[in-house]
């Protein structure tokens, strides 16, 4: 078979017939043998429409699961029922137009992985308003920061995309929550990557199926895909540290202020130095250990490069903060912004320049397709 199409469901009674139905007329005549797969976890009536499918149109297929439920479960369960060589998973309530599925098959001939993406040009978000953007934005660039098979990604949390099987043959595939797609790439086996431009749209029936349990999950994937890297491992460490830091600086400005009397400016600056020394020597014992200590020279070269790259962070932070309140955004929502730039800037400032790691370059090919290419 060339192509197995694997849909989870939950709650999408209105949803499963026109998904089906259209990515049927979309292969018609397109020369694939093809299957539907529906892994459904569903609560509702759904599992009685996806029957009246299967029994009316032979290349639909489903399974109702009543023990288990997530997401990114039902898809590593589709994996294992699918039989293509190639795999396309796409969500079932209409956001993902299944017309892009024969481009996408067709995109798959010439590479491993191919994500639809919203993030590109000719792509869009299906008009989010601004604290839907921030998030999706803010979850995207977590992921990124974090693992480094990300970077490369502009749609790293899609839940669109095709694959071949051979990717996913040997990966030990087992996802917490909803962002199968990182599970995939940082598991997978492949060296090409295809991205091309899609139109998300909008719900027209069910309901959001996200909660706060949902984003929790997702934070836990981040961290423990990132110890699959000793790079991206590091990563975690250093923000870890960096979190220890706050407490440190606050601690030490009460004590400051409070034992020994000081101006608040000057205890304000010691106490960020006794942090940064604190983050310093945590970051330089466990976040960069090595094992032969450089002579103490350079060591005190070392801090004078950390606190450089800790002054420019915090600038980088403040000049976002700024920049939203003189346009008029929440220049919280710009400090959380800031926060997360400066975060990735220092850790690769001081990655590559005060601890001096060589960068190493991920074998991998991530190409773009733009509105307007023919391929």
């Given amino acids: 078979m060339d192509l197995s199409i694997v849909i989870p469901t939950f709650n999408e009674r209105g949803n499963v017939r026109p998904i089906a139905e259209r990515i049927i007329q979309a292969l018609a005549g397109a020369g694939y043998s093809y299957e539907i797969l529906f892994v459904d976890d569903s609560r509702d009536d759904t599992p009685t429409v996806l029957a009246q499918l299967a029994a009316q149109y032979p290349c639909v297929k489903f399974l109702h699961r009543s023990e288990e439920r997530g997401l990114a479960s039902a898809v590593v369960k589709g994996f294992s029922l699918s039989a293509g060589n190639y795999i396309i998973v796409m969500d079932a309530d209409l956001q993902h137009p299944p017309e892009l599925v024969p481009i996408i098959l067709k995109r798959l001939a010439l590479a491993d992985v191919v994500i639809p993406s919203r993030f590109i040009s000719g792509g869009s978000d299906g008009g989010l308003n601004i604290f839907r953007k921030l998030v999706s934005w803010t979850a995207r660039m977590l992921g990124r920061l974090a693992i480094r098979r990300l970077r490369a990604i502009s749609d790293c949390t899609s839940g669109f995309f095709g694959l071949h099987r051979s990717v996913i043959a040997t990966a030990n595939l087992d996802p917490i929550g909803w962002k199968i797609l990182m599970e995939i790439l940082v598991k997978g086996d492949y060296h090409a990557i295809h991205e091309l431009p899609y139109a998300f749209i909008a719900r027209d029936n069910g309901e959001s199926k996200m909660t706060w349990k949902d984003q929790y999950d997702y934070l836990r994937h981040i961290v423990r895909l990132a110890r699959h890297n000793p790079e991206d491992a590091r990563f975690i460490t250093f923000c870890l540290v960096g979190a220890v830091g706050v407490p440190v600086n606050l601690l030490g400005l009460t004590i400051l202020l409070n034992l020994f009397g000081l101006d608040v400016a000057l205890a304000s600056v010691v106490a960020s130095v006794m942090a940064m020394i604190h983050n310093f020597l945590w970051n330089d014992i466990v976040t960069w250990r090595i094992q032969k200590r450089p002579p103490l020279w350079?060591?005190?070269?070392?801090?004078?490069?950390?606190?450089?790259?800790?002054?420019?962070?915090?600038?980088?932070?403040?000049?976002?903060?700024?920049?939203?309140?003189?346009?008029?955004?929440?220049?919280?929502?710009?400090?959380?912004?800031?926060?997360?730039?400066?975060?990735?800037?220092?850790?690769?400032?001081?990655?590559?320049?005060?601890?001096?790691?060589?960068?190493?370059?991920?074998?991998?090919?991530?190409?773009?397709?733009?509105?307007?290419?023919?391929?």
């Fill in 298 to 375: 350079r060591r005190g070269l070392q801090f004078l490069q950390f606190a450089l790259v800790s002054a420019l962070s915090i600038a980088i932070t403040a000049a976002f903060a700024h920049t939203f309140f003189v346009t008029g955004w929440n220049p919280i929502a710009g400090q959380l912004v800031g926060i997360i730039l400066a975060t990735w800037w220092s850790f690769v400032a001081n990655d590559r320049w005060t601890w001096g790691r060589p960068e190493s370059q991920p074998a991998l090919v991530v190409t773009r397709e733009y509105a307007g290419d023919s391929l």
